[in-house]
């Protein structure tokens, strides 16, 4: 069974930072893993898509990165600012669990100015 | 264009009571799914459809729980019975398929918070 793990579970950094999030999932048999933020009391909106044939996505101030070999896969933010404060989830869709995202508890970040 | 929308918002209900959550997804997205989110936690996956068809319902917690999109866009889960521990986050998403493998994007609704009392 596909389990997902991210570390830190939260984190606060000054305004200005860079920072890194981790996710590590245990079946590398992915089709594509996907980033995802989620703001108190609202839905999750798509960061990053990254594909399992790919090494990296990049969007504005956000990169994220995939060794499917190894099961990781981090998210990049520069120069964080206090709007960049929210969850971040890092999900997976497994080659043998259908069409179904596989999530893991996330990353709560707090950006103070 | 429109997201994924999902109504109610907010649905508080007695233990016992039925309750029914809809999802309208983006036009034209083949794919739907539903997700329960409890508090602190990442979403869990509870069922799938691609059109009107119900490819996946191994999420489901329990039989009280039922989801149907006859027309293949409009979906509705349904609880029947519910009980304090479905209190949750419902969230729905939607997105394209190609050739029957998962490579686009899910885009998510807002979600319906569920309290039974």
């Known amino acids: 069974k596909q389990e997902v793990t991210q570390i830190p579970a939260a984190l606060s950094v000054p305004e200005g930072e860079n920072l890194v999030l981790n996710c590590s999932f245990t079946?590398?048999?992915?089709?594509?893993l996907q980033w995802f933020r989620q703001d108190p009391g609202k839905g999750l909106t798509s960061l990053l898509l990254?594909?399992?044939?790919?090494r990296e996505q990049t969007s504005g101030r956000l990169n994220a990165s995939l060794d499917k070999s190894s099961g990781r896969s981090t998210l990049y933010i520069a120069a964080s600012q206090p709007g960049d404060s929210a969850t971040y989830l890092c999900?997976?869709?497994?080659?043998?669990?259908?069409?179904?995202?596989?999530f893991g508890e996330g990353t709560q970040l707090t950006v103070n100015p | 264009g429109a997201g994924v929308s999902q109504s109610p918002r907010y649905k508080v209900a007695k233990r016992g009571q039925d309750v029914a959550l809809r999802c309208d997804p983006i036009?034209?997205?083949?794919?739907l799914f539903w997700y329960q989110q409890a508090l602190g936690q990442g979403p869990e996956f509870l069922t799938y459809?691609?059109?009107?068809?119900?490819?996946?319902k191994s999420g489901l917690p329990s039989d009280r729980f039922f989801a149907e999109r006859p027309e293949g866009s409009v979906s509705t889960l349904k609880i029947q019975r519910t009980q304090q521990e479905d209190s949750a986050v419902y969230l729905c998403?939607?997105?394209?398929?190609?050739?029957?493998?998962?490579?686009?994007?899910?885009?998510f609704g807002p979600g319906t918070r569920l309290t039974v009392t």
């Open positions: 998403a939607s997105s394209l398929v190609a050739g029957g493998i998962p490579v686009y994007e899910q885009y």
């Open positions: 079946d590398s048999a992915i089709y594509n």
């Open positions: 990254i594909q399992s044939s790919q």
């Open positions: 999900a997976v869709v497994g080659e043998t669990s259908g069409s179904r995202l596989t």
């Open positions: 036009s034209g997205h083949v794919s």
């Open positions: 459809f691609q059109n009107e068809a119900q490819l996946d």
